[in-house]
């Protein structure tokens, strides 16, 4: 591989008049210096002396930061305790023209705060005489207070020229500085080039599901908490959650992993207090090189110096791209592997870790024709795939609408009616990923071994979007675990969008209660029928079958009328709002309630309809040697000790419990293969490429 500082000097340059620039920063010539068109700048940044003070005890952590034409180009490491800080560190910039001085800024690092600044400066490019070391003596300067002395900054910088000769090492260099500059994180060091095409090692993904039992730091006895996560240099703040103990987050979020060894996450819980400084609540930190890769864990972390818990999920997943024909641990392509994983799910081994149902492998392929998201007519696109509350990522392909992963993944399912996750989307330094398309997969639908291509949907899943997506996928389950996990609630997911009012959202709620009361109503015609004779055969069997049963019904309804203080418009235009989003949300449970006794019926789920089948069945042969009155009785005696043989047991009817798994008719719709276009066939774009 091609050295980025080691581009040969340009022989057929124009003359260059050059400033030659002393420690003082005096200069020794007053001619412009023209612009060949592209440089390279190595800069050693050697130490400070006499900082600024910002810390209580008269110190600072201070670290640098390099910036050109507004984008971040190096930082470096914090020297903790220090105003004269040594660094010695080396990085290689390149850049564009001179026009655009080199900015300097120094800040002092603070634990679960907002950095302190520390003063600045600017380097004037077009005074470096080319092609010799030059010694620069920085002085900072804070532009509020101009006054105030904050020491200097000692650097050795060396500029060059480079020549149009080396076109490709060129395009190289200038892409992974850009990328560089996208992730405001670190410069390009020569090592940068020899990672594949990217800076970072890998991604953190971290979902803060809840807290319990913090702090009281008000006078009411509560709190209003949010928590601060840092990781290096990359920060999150929580939103707030007011006046609790236990509060709810369900927020997840990313960092980039630069350390191939791992890194520490700083956590901090603070208090809100208006006008105040927020308290502090307690901290906890999280080792990442302690945690297994590509694999979700979930933590409870004691906060230290303060009371309670924080409940995570931490995700670790490598940036590396896996060619899938050298997988030798996670492929089921070997034999011997694969024998090993159908022995581990076989029939014989019902009872052995109930909770453990079953194996997904994924093979994140390709994705073609994606939606360009930004202005170049390019996207740079990475995958999240997801199953319940485990998330992983695979490395983003910069300037690409084509692009390739090669990515495998490995789930544990919990429950085979668990519906995977594949979403694209967009990377983006300025703001959140943009969506690019998603598609939504029950895991009983999937068809071993198949490399098929999905037609991305929208964030709905009602309808295409732009782009398809190559997967391959391996699903290898025990049927009997399955089938037992089937009657026991379903695993909460904690990251969930939130339910919005919606107009087309509401009427379309409205239409489906509609008809599955219509079906009541249709049933109750039916049954009035029976009584009016319009079809003595079935008024008949009608009137002999109710001589053999004996039906109480009793019909209760209780209406609170609750009297509320007056409100402001605002408040009563929030409250309407509210009512109308819980009418929208009662109605699509009514509708999906219905919706799912029909599909049930149906066979909709194949692997459902016969599991109620044989229940029935089982039922049905039980009945017939076992009296009534003995599985009543314990039947009653299983729910009255439940809690006491189990007292975080969770409450559940195991009928509601096997309905949450059958889809309603939205699901249906959601969860339907869009049929690709015949180019997007892989086996034509084999012959294709053959050709």
Same mark, same amino acid.
């Given at each position: 591989?091609?050295?980025?500082?080691?581009?040969?000097?340009?022989?057929?340059?124009?003359?260059?008049?050059?400033?030659?620039?002393?420690?003082?920063?005096?200069?020794?010539?007053?001619?412009?210096?023209?612009?060949? !068109?592209?440089? /390279?700048?190595?800069?050693?940044?050697?130490?400070?002396?006499?900082?600024?003070?910002?810390?209580?005890?008269?110190?600072?952590?201070?670290?640098?930061?390099?910036?050109?034409?507004?984008?971040?180009?190096?930082?470096?490491?914090?020297?903790?305790?220090?105003?004269?800080?040594? =660094?010695?560190?080396?990085?290689?910039?390149?850049?564009?023209?001179?026009?655009?001085?080199?900015?300097?800024?120094?800040?002092?690092?603070?634990?679960?705060?907002?950095?302190?600044?520390?003063?600045?400066?600017?380097?004037?490019?077009?005074?470096?005489?080319?092609?010799?070391?030059?010694? %620069?003596?920085?002085?900072?300067?804070?532009?509020?207070?101009?006054?105030?002395?904050?020491?200097?900054?000692?650097?050795?910088?060396?500029?060059?020229?480079?020549?149009?000769?080396?076109?490709?090492?060129?395009?190289?260099?200038?892409?992974?500085?850009?990328?560089?500059?996208?992730? /405001?994180?670190?410069?390009?060091?020569?090592?940068?080039?020899?990672?594949?095409?990217?800076?970072?090692?890998?991604?953190?993904?971290?979902?803060?599901?809840?807290?319990?039992?913090?702090?009281?730091?008000?006078?009411?006895?509560?709190?209003?908490?949010?928590?601060?996560?840092?990781?290096?240099?990359?920060?999150?703040?929580?939103?707030?959650?007011?006046?609790?103990?236990?509060?709810?987050?369900?927020?997840?979020?990313?960092?980039?992993?630069?350390?191939?060894?791992? !890194?520490?996450?700083?956590?901090?819980?603070?208090?809100?207090?208006?006008?105040?400084?927020?308290?502090?609540?307690?901290?906890?930190?999280?080792?990442?090189?302690?945690?297994?890769?590509?694999?979700?864990?979930?933590?409870?972390?004691?906060?230290?110096?303060?009371?309670?818990?924080?409940?995570?999920?931490?995700?670790?997943?490598?940036?590396?791209?896996?060619?899938?024909?050298?997988?030798?641990?996670?492929?089921?392509?070997?034999?011997?592997?694969?024998?090993?994983?159908?022995?581990?799910?076989?029939?014989?081994?019902?009872?052995?870790?109930?909770?453990?149902?079953?194996?997904?492998?994924?093979?994140?392929?390709?994705?073609?024709?994606?939606?360009?998201?930004?202005?170049?007519?390019?996207?740079?696109?990475?995958?999240?795939?997801?199953?319940?509350?485990?998330?992983?990522?695979?490395?983003?392909?910069?300037?690409?609408?084509?692009?390739?992963?090669?990515?495998?993944?490995?789930?544990?399912?919990?429950?085979?009616?668990?519906?995977?996750?594949?979403? %694209?989307?967009?990377?983006?330094?300025?703001?959140?990923?943009?969506?690019?398309?998603?598609?939504?997969?029950?895991?009983?639908?999937?068809?071993?071994?198949?490399?098929?291509?999905?037609?991305?949907?929208?964030?709905?899943?009602?309808?295409?979007?732009?782009?398809?997506?190559?997967?391959?996928?391996?699903?290898?389950?025990?049927?009997?675990?399955?089938?037992?996990?089937?009657?026991?609630?379903?695993? /909460?997911?904690?990251?969930?969008?939130?339910?919005?009012?919606?107009?087309?959202?509401?009427?379309?709620?409205?239409?489906?209660?509609?008809?599955?009361?219509?079906?009541?109503?249709?049933?109750?015609?039916?049954?009035?029928?029976?009584?009016?004779?319009?079809?003595?055969?079935?008024?008949?069997?009608?009137?002999?079958?109710?001589?053999?049963?004996?039906?109480?019904?009793?019909?209760?309804?209780?209406?609170?009328?609750?009297?509320?203080?007056?409100?402001?418009?605002?408040?009563?235009?929030?409250?309407?709002?509210? %009512?109308?989003?819980?009418?929208?949300?009662?109605?699509?449970?009514?509708?999906?309630? !219905?919706?799912?006794?029909?599909?049930?019926?149906? =066979?909709?789920?194949?692997?459902?309809?016969?599991?109620?089948?044989?229940?029935?069945?089982?039922?049905?042969?039980?009945?017939?040697?076992?009296?009534?009155?003995?599985?009543?009785?314990?039947?009653?005696?299983?729910?009255?000790?439940?809690?006491?043989?189990?007292?975080?047991?969770?409450?559940?009817?195991?009928?509601?419990?096997?309905?949450?798994?059958?889809?309603?008719?939205?699901? %249906?719709? /959601?969860?339907?293969?869009?049929?690709?276009?015949?180019?997007?066939?892989?086996?034509?774009?084999?012959?294709?490429?053959?050709?």
């Amino acid at each position: 591989m091609l050295d980025s500082c080691k581009l040969k000097t340009a022989c057929n340059l124009p003359f260059i008049y050059n400033k030659k620039i002393n420690t003082a920063g005096t200069s020794n010539a007053d001619v412009p210096l023209a612009d060949p !068109g592209m440089y /390279q700048l190595d800069i050693t940044l050697r130490r400070g002396q006499s900082l600024a003070a910002r810390d209580r005890g008269g110190t600072s952590d201070p670290y640098v930061k390099f910036k050109i034409g507004g984008k971040e180009v190096f930082r470096s490491k914090i020297i903790h305790k220090n105003l004269n800080p040594v =660094w010695e560190e080396k990085t290689c910039i390149l850049v564009d023209h001179l026009r655009e001085p080199l900015y300097i800024k120094v800040f002092d690092y603070d634990f679960g705060l907002q950095d302190d600044f520390m003063g600045s400066a600017f380097l004037d490019l077009t005074q470096l005489e080319l092609n010799r070391p030059t010694d %620069v003596t920085l002085t900072l300067k804070d532009p509020h207070y101009p006054d105030h002395d904050l020491g200097i900054i000692l650097l050795s910088v060396v500029l060059t020229p480079k020549e149009g000769e080396s076109r490709d090492v060129t395009m190289l260099m200038r892409k992974s500085w850009k990328r560089s500059s996208k992730f /405001q994180t670190q410069s390009l060091r020569l090592s940068d080039l020899h990672r594949k095409s990217h800076l970072w090692r890998g991604i953190v993904s971290i979902t803060l599901i809840e807290g319990r039992d913090l702090k009281a730091m008000d006078s009411n006895g509560l709190s209003d908490p949010y928590v601060k996560f840092r990781l290096g240099h990359q920060k999150y703040k929580s939103k707030i959650m007011p006046k609790t103990l236990n509060p709810q987050w369900r927020e997840q979020f990313d960092f980039h992993l630069y350390e191939e060894r791992g !890194g520490i996450i700083d956590i901090t819980a603070w208090d809100k207090d208006a006008g105040k400084r927020d308290d502090f609540i307690g901290r906890c930190q999280v080792d990442l090189s302690a945690l297994s890769r590509e694999q979700t864990h979930k933590l409870e972390l004691q906060l230290e110096e303060g009371e309670g818990h924080l409940v995570l999920l931490v995700t670790l997943t490598a940036s590396a791209t896996v060619s899938i024909s050298d997988l030798s641990v996670n492929s089921l392509e070997d034999q011997k592997e694969r024998e090993e994983i159908l022995k581990r799910y076989s029939p014989l081994r019902i009872f052995h870790n109930l909770k453990d149902v079953g194996f997904l492998q994924v093979k994140v392929i390709r994705a073609e024709g994606l939606m360009a998201a930004d202005v170049t007519g390019k996207s740079d696109p990475f995958c999240v795939v997801e199953l319940n509350n485990d998330r992983l990522l695979t490395h983003t392909v910069y300037k690409n609408l084509n692009p390739e992963w090669n990515k495998v993944f490995t789930f544990n399912i919990k429950d085979i009616h668990s519906v995977l996750e594949v979403t %694209v989307y967009d990377e983006d330094r300025d703001r959140s990923a943009d969506f690019l398309g998603k598609v939504a997969i029950p895991l009983l639908s999937i068809q071993n071994g198949e490399q098929k291509a999905y037609v991305l949907k929208n964030k709905q899943l009602t309808g295409p979007t732009k782009g398809v997506i190559y997967l391959e996928i391996d699903v290898i389950f025990n049927a009997v675990k399955a089938s037992l996990r089937t009657l026991i609630p379903k695993e /909460q997911k904690y990251i969930e969008e939130e339910n919005r009012l919606s107009k087309q959202l509401l009427l379309r709620n409205f239409i489906r209660t509609k008809r599955c009361v219509m079906v009541l109503v249709n049933a109750a015609y039916y049954v009035n029928s029976c009584f009016d004779w319009d079809s003595p055969p079935r008024s008949l069997a009608a009137f002999v079958v109710m001589e053999d049963m004996l039906e109480d019904e009793e019909e209760e309804d209780d209406k609170d009328d609750k009297d509320s203080e007056k409100k402001g418009f605002i408040n009563k235009i929030y409250a309407i709002q509210e %009512v109308c989003v819980s009418v929208q949300n009662i109605l699509d449970e009514v509708a999906s309630f !219905g919706e799912r006794i029909k599909n049930t019926f149906n =066979w909709t789920v194949p692997f459902l309809s016969w599991l109620a089948i044989v229940a029935l069945c089982v039922f049905t042969v039980i009945l017939y040697f076992i009296p009534l009155r003995y599985i009543v009785l314990v039947w009653g005696i299983n729910k009255f000790t439940k809690k006491l043989r189990s007292p975080y047991a969770i409450d559940n009817n195991e009928l509601l419990d096997f309905l949450s798994r059958v889809p309603s008719d939205v699901q %249906v719709v /959601q969860y339907q293969e869009l049929k690709p276009d015949p180019s997007h066939s892989p086996y034509k774009r084999k012959k294709n490429n053959l050709g």
